[in-house]
């Protein structure tokens, strides 16, 4: 089995709970706490992306306090100029502020998606029925085991019935932002 080397990735929190209990990966014991990494791979295009964002440090990279999700990257010998990402056997390896915020917004696009198809999925089968779309936004939250209060409830209301406005995928917004 190769080595991997682990990167602290903070999300925000919505985004950490959705992810932790999405990862098919076995809890871990890193750094003294209970944690999940995302095992990634040159041969998906998000794990293409990920590696193509490293860049090097000589200094290990803190771990803040709170919900941290951990990147799990191979470590290999670069075999020739070619290779897609950073040699991290002997120096540190972390993402810039900007790739960091970059593979976010991928994150959030993907939650936003799913939260919308669900709740779309939801008022179609109970047509007809008031409440629907506030009810199966509680109901993917929950499933899901994102906590939220009143106020994040009410966010994402919003951005439901926004997308809805607009006529625009998250995936479109995402493109267009990125761009």
Do not use: W
Request: aromatic residues 14%; hydrophobic residues 35%.
């Amino acid at each position: 089995m190769s080595k991997r080397a682990l990167i602290p990735f903070e999300l925000p929190d919505h985004l950490a709970y959705y992810l932790y209990f999405q990862l098919k990966t076995p809890v871990e014991n890193i750094n003294g706490y209970e944690s999940k990494a995302l095992h990634v791979s040159k041969r998906s295009k998000l794990g293409e992306l990920i590696l193509l964002l490293l860049e090097e440090t000589d200094k290990p990279i803190k771990v803040k306090e709170g919900f941290t999700l951990y990147i799990s990257i191979p470590v290999r010998i670069k075999q020739n100029k070619e290779e897609s990402f950073v040699e991290n056997r002997y120096s540190f390896v972390y993402l810039s502020e900007k790739s960091r915020e970059s593979i976010i917004k991928v994150f959030q696009a993907f939650f936003e998606t799913n939260l919308f198809s669900f709740v779309d999925g939801v008022a179609f089968y109970r047509e007809g029925k008031k409440g629907k779309q506030n009810a199966a936004i509680i109901e993917f939250l929950q499933k899901h085991r994102v906590p939220f209060n009143e106020s994040e409830f009410e966010r994402y209301k919003k951005q439901y019935y926004r997308s809805k406005k607009a006529c625009e995928p998250p995936l479109n917004k995402l493109l267009k932002n990125l761009g």
